[in-house]
């Protein structure tokens, strides 16, 4: 079956549909929300395969199919649909690993009252995480990068009257848009010096070769390429969204969500978007790498993130005692990795690792779930132990997971694509230090998942619910089943031997033969060597002489108290940013208030006052000084008129005498005027 | 249709329902509200039937009014509708029955409300269709007096100063814009828009006025506009305004009113002066920058809903004028793509906000109503877990607000960003702390209100929406997602507009 381009927009419509189902469901429609959910993902997972059936006919291709969204003066906005190895690999991950977990999701959220609503926000989260594989544009992924960022909030913060969980998913969402603002920038600038976002529009793309010459051609002050800048622009929001170094704050906090969801989003599909983002733009990223003299390749940049983030994360994993947080910062240590791998030129290590990673990642999340669930919330692994007879499939399970993110040889898929990528690293020629640094994370990696292990399923019961803990249902279980054996044989696709994986990703033949299958022996050698060193160091301090109580200090903390409690608070990254960054937003808007009200408001209440000032003045002038004289002369006045009024007697007699004197004295005044011009004449 | 005068029953309309409640003492209280929002629904219906005979290809006037007036004075009745005048017709249509219905939700003296508030309506709807000054600036003017009252007589304990504030500061600016018409129509002998705006482009204005003189009146005119809209540092009067407002009242002045300004700038002050805007638009840029940043930062530290609300007002219409001053501006290489964008984020931003704008009061209001007038940042928690419908739309209306994609704010704002970074990068890079702020206010509101055990207010009885809130708040979230995912919708109507303005630059 195959799945031209055109209608590759199902993938994401279904899960799309499925929660528009469960946000319209009552709340007590739990069957019809979860089986709309599950139906979905099952249908996507089947699109997804023939997509990439599709894809896989002619890898070298990027189908698309493009379309206008609206209008804009004289141009439009438009989106597309891409199809190329790259999505198809992403789509069946996404959606097969999403469809695990919807299943898996059905006994460890049975009894929570919002049991509907949480599968309305997993179907929304899988279509926004589907839509951003399948968009021709940058637009599109942008549009679908925030979406999943969403439902990643929503779910964070799903037990939302939990102040912890609240504050965890507001951390997110904000650490997450700082990243985002870089990328809006790159995208516009982007906008504006091709006039398209499309990724491939028959030659005019932007990640198509006449538009990145053009864009690499371009210099800034500093002689920095164009291409160089919204490269790394575009890499801000990957930073963030993939909980790179600075930005991996969020990231542990985000296990504040159900585990499912720490398993789906904060480990196997949305924390790689960014990876992705990097892969699918990498034609744009390496537009500067034939320059010679530019101060700076963007790809230099991404190698040395992901190199102190594998390093970091892995360093701060082994001073955790929360199952989770054990979990969620070998996150951000192999999303570290997938960063290295594309900053050393071979996107195709970077995809491998990122497959493999979501496979057994999400089985080591679900397999913590699994532990959780059966041991009534207990995250603590120095409160578990002694877990392994208690819930077998699980355990082993687990352990699968556990091998194969440590690299343990041969046999499981983390080591090949740990491999491919420290060979990449090997290669590079700017800098062996992203390489050191992987190494170092290796041994860091394999000692750490050791101690989680032995910690939580070896020795005693050390607390009340490990003791009485047990094997979770088939429906939790088989998941773990299904994801394990994922583990194990998505490494035999890209072996040094038959690296089928990454010649499809890339569309280029296929050379095997097993002369490469131990290609890069030395280097295979010293990893194996390293792995071997974590597991036995682990071993020696947590597996032989397991924990006894609950309270007992680390081995690592009795001998380096000091270096492991700072371990233990994550490197007082949170406290640093608390320290600054914080601050200077909190002043910041204090003087914006401060402004508000004193200067700006100030400015406008001291005219208004000097207004009614004015006034008062003005007022005090009338009254007292015009009013005061026209009072004295209006008083004269009245006194003149009251003491004529004393002539109105009301007496007829009287009114008549005044009429006929005054009478008289106008006929005399009137005979003597006569008489005075007559005499005149 | 030809012969129906649309635009003058669009205006007049509310103005009869008005009158019609003035002239009926002794009906039911009922009956009032039955009437008021009937006249006040007659915009939507005039608003869709224009919408209909609205021809999207073209970018002039239609549906023109002309009449002579005063002849003695070249006065006209000139009413026209372009694109924007109908964006801002279609908003007015909508928010407004809703900002009734909401304002007269248990308002006593329910026959006067109505009335004034018709009355507010029709003088709105007055700016947005008018084209000669002379009655222009009588509905403008007479707009400030319906909203006096309502926010004085229905508003919360410090209405009467905030009135007052709000009335004497905008008349105040109003006065300098009258003085500059003044002089223009002494100049000139003509108060209609398209001649003045062929004199301000041609530079007839300029000869006419004398070099000094155009430059006082631009400055007059911009005072007023300036103020009303509001343009940072002008904005003082705002928060306090929309804050003691009744709820329905607060909805209006932010989704209507506030686009008064806006539109005055692009109607009035940009083809008027093209060539003084270009040259005090690199000023004001930082102006509008400062509305965008400032007025975000602000908000973070509002502990009042409705003023963290209303300074989110001056951060969002700050990107409107953002937009027009960086394309007033023109210092980079005539770049017609961002201009297009400029301009279109511009009149998106402004329906946009009108609406999420709206939901937003609204939700407070709602807030309000349960607790008799609690809206402090603290007096609440947990409000999602005994009405999830409210909050479920409430954040809606928020993550609008903060510009998420595939809803409706997402558009305007990717747009103005567009624009603003094709035209000038390191403004549109320092207003992203905008964007970062808005999300940083939001959420702790989100978070602080409808999140956490329930507490304050929340912990007593809290009934969720009921029929007559899910009314007014359900349409204003479905327009929300239609026009995040078919923004088609709105900027197929303002496309040769915007072609048009794009196209007459470059300046002088």
Redesign the interface.
Known sequence: MTLPVQFIWLIPALPLLAALVGALTPRRGRALASGAAIAAMAGSTLLSCGALATALANPAAHLAANF????????AVQLGWLLDPLTGFMCVMVSFVSLLIFIFSLGYMHEDENFKQFFCFLSLFAAAMLGLLVANSL?LL???W??VG?ASYLLI?FW????S???A??KA??TT??GD?GF??GL??L??ST?SLLFFDGGNGVLEPTVLASLAGQTLCGGLAVSTAIGLLIFCGAVGKSGQFPLHVWLPDAMEGPTPVSALIHAATMVAAGVFLIARVYPLMSADQALAHVPLHALTVVAFIGAITALLGAVIAVAQTDIKRVLAFSTVSQLGYMMLALGVGSWTASIFHLLTHAFFKALLFLGAGSVIHAAHHEQDIRSLGGLRPRMKVTFATFAIGMMALSGVPFLFSGFWSKEAILHAAHEWDVSQIPLYAGLTAVVLTAFYMTRLVAETFFGQARSEPASHAHESPAVMTVPLVLLAVGAVLLGFTGTPACPWLQARLSGTPLHSSMEHLLEGGGLMLLSIVLVGAGLGLGWVLYGRNPRASATAVDPLAHSFPQTYAFLGARLKFDELYAATLFRL??A??????F??LW???G??NLL?WLGEFGGEVNRKFDEEGLNDGFDTVSGSVRGTGQRYSRAQTGEAHGYMRTVAIAFAILTLLLVWLVLASGGGR | MSTLPLLSLLVLAPWAGALLLAALPGLSARAVRGIALAFSFSTLLFGLIALSGFNPAAAGYQFEEHHAWIRELNVHYRLGLDGMSLLLVLLTAIVSPLSLAAAARGARDLRLLGALFLVLQGSALGVFLALDFFHWFIFWELSLVPAFFLIKLWGGPGAGRAAY?FV??TIAGSAFMLLGFAALYAATGTLDFTELAQLGAGGGLATLLGPRAIVAVFLGVFIGLAVKVPL??????L?PAYAEAPTGVSMFLTGVMSKMGVYGFLRLLWPIFPAQLHAAAPCLLWLALGGV???A??A???TDLKRMIAYSSVNHLSYCLLALFAVAAGRSAP???????A??GTLLQMFNHGLSAAALFYGVGVLERRTGGLRGLADFG?V??VAPVFAGLCGIAM?SSLG???LNG??GE??I??GV??LE?GI??IA?LG???T??FL??F??RV?????AGAASGEFPDLDRGERLTLLPLVALMFLFGV???LL??LI?PL??TW?GTLPLP
């Open positions: 206008t969204w609206f209008g804009l003066g004289t141009g637009l942008f549009v679908c925030e979406l969403l913060g939302f009257h939990k102040p969980a609240a504050a998913a507001k969402f904000i848009r700082i603002l809006l920038l516009v600038w906008y504006d006039g937003n909190s910041l808007a204090t003087l914006a208030a402004f508000d200067v700006w408001g400015a406008v208004a | 504030q004497i500061y940072f540092p002008f904005h003082t009067w928060p940043v400032l007025g930062f602000a973070i530290k509002q770049n017609a793509g961002a201009t297009a964008a301009f279109s947990g999602r877990t993550f998420l994609p595939g997402f558009v990717f747009l960003f567009r970074f094709g990068p549109a890079a992203t964007l970062l702020a999300a940083l959420l702790t989100w978070q409808f999140h956490g055990p329930r078919l923004p088609h900027t197929g496309n915007v072609t794009a």
